[in-house]
């Protein structure tokens, strides 16, 4: 079982709607919780990041953990084409003396106009 | 501001050829350095990380090395390449210190393609 599950889509949904991407996890100590955007060609770039469980704000994404059920969720309101794109879970935890960062395989989000 | 560039952006290599991608971050002084490797429907693999000069951790045996000869400088290479190593792969760096919570700005890849 890999420690971060994250469905690989294609994810089509159409333009307006409400996006929800999620990962499950199985390491009860992971701490961080990262989302990553990737544009095809390019390098991944940070979107959110949380330490709690709760709720984290920032525009249209809202992302979510939920440490009891190890379940972690981005949420995109009023998506826009220019949203489509690979979106990767990241969690770290401590390993030994250093912190180890697991990323999910990423999920791949189509908006049609 | 802080930029981080990676060169090249695409390479095509016969088998048994050798390998240099290099990265260079500039706007900071001592990141930590990383090579990770993507493949596809797959998550990011990391491969070397650097926290100063000189200074690799390898977390898969591998055909590849890396070295850091200059602060922000990260330099990945194979003696002779395999099929296996084709792949996107990305530098990536992070602030010192507070690496377990620390951001990752990544460069934006080169795709290697050994044939």
């Known amino acids: 079982q890999k420690e971060v599950e994250q469905d690989p889509g294609p994810l089509s949904v159409p333009e307006g709607a409400i996006v929800s991407l999620n990962c499950t996890y199985s390491?009860?100590?992971?701490?961080?919780f990262m989302w990553y955007r990737q544009y095809s060609r390019k390098g991944p770039e940070l979107l959110m990041y949380?330490?709690s469980s709760g709720n984290k704000e920032d525009g249209r994404f809202t992302a979510q953990v939920d440490k009891s059920s190890k379940y972690i969720s981005l949420f995109i309101r009023d998506s826009q084409p220019s949203d489509s794109a690979t979106y990767l879970c990241?969690?770290?935890?401590?390993?030994?003396?250093?912190?180890?960062?697991?990323w999910g395989a990423g999920t791949k989000l189509i908006i049609k106009p | 501001s802080q930029t981080i560039h990676q060169w090249p952006a695409t390479l095509v290599q016969p088998v048994g050829s050798p390998l240099s991608l290099e990265c260079t971050v500039e706007?900071?002084?001592?990141?930590?350095l990383y090579w990770y490797r993507q493949a596809a429907g797959r998550g990011l693999q990391l491969l070397f990380y650097s926290v100063g000069i000189g200074q690799i951790s390898s977390e898969v045996p591998q055909n590849l090395s890396a070295s850091r000869p200059q602060d922000r400088q990260f330099i990945l290479s194979s003696k002779k390449l395999l099929l296996s190593d084709s792949g996107f792969y990305l530098c990536a760096w992070n602030r010192q210190g507070i690496s377990y919570n620390s951001p990752l700005h990544f460069g934006n890849g080169t795709r290697l393609t050994v044939t």
């Open positions: 390491n009860s100590a992971f701490q961080y």
């Open positions: 949380t330490y």
């Open positions: 706007g900071t002084s001592n990141p930590n």
């Open positions: 990241a969690m770290s935890a401590q390993r030994d003396s250093n912190y180890q960062l697991i």
